[in-house]
């Protein structure tokens, strides 16, 4: 089994960068693609981001294409998610996901998702 905990959420301006952490325990997670989804009141979880399980392909969503940035460090079993230029509609619920299969399909199918965090609460003033 796997437990994902996420941190790093806040309180931030708009313009502004929070840096997300997800650190994983329990059995290895080096060989699993990991990912961000966030979920905004009243409105369906949705992917933000994924990392190979080496940490060479990244894939996001149009909406944060350009001014988040996900990385993974497998030595310290932790994801990142540093998100740059925020605006309010970035306010969500940021969930960590680990999955047994690749990095790009959490893009359109995240019931492949096999692990998630509980999730950190990101708020974007303007």
């Known amino acids: 089994q796997v437990q994902l905990v996420e941190s790093g959420g806040g309180l931030v301006q708009a313009g502004g960068e929070l840096r997300l952490s997800c650190t994983a325990s329990?059995?290895?997670?080096?060989?699993?693609?990991m990912g961000w989804f966030r979920q905004a009141p009243g409105k369906e979880r949705e992917f933000v981001a994924a990392v190979s399980s080496g940490g060479a392909l990244t894939y996001y969503s149009d909406s944060v294409s350009g001014r988040f940035t996900i990385s993974r460090d497998n030595a310290k079993s932790t994801m990142y998610l540093q998100m740059n230029s925020l605006k309010p509609e970035d306010t969500a619920v940021y969930y960590c996901?680990?999955?047994?299969?690749?990095?790009?399909?959490?893009?359109?199918?995240?019931?492949?998702?096999?692990?998630w965090g509980q999730g950190t609460q990101v708020t974007v003033s303007s």
């Open positions: 329990g059995r290895t997670v080096n060989y699993l693609s």
């Open positions: 996901a680990a999955s047994r299969s690749a990095a790009q399909p959490m893009r359109t199918v995240p019931s492949i998702v096999d692990y």
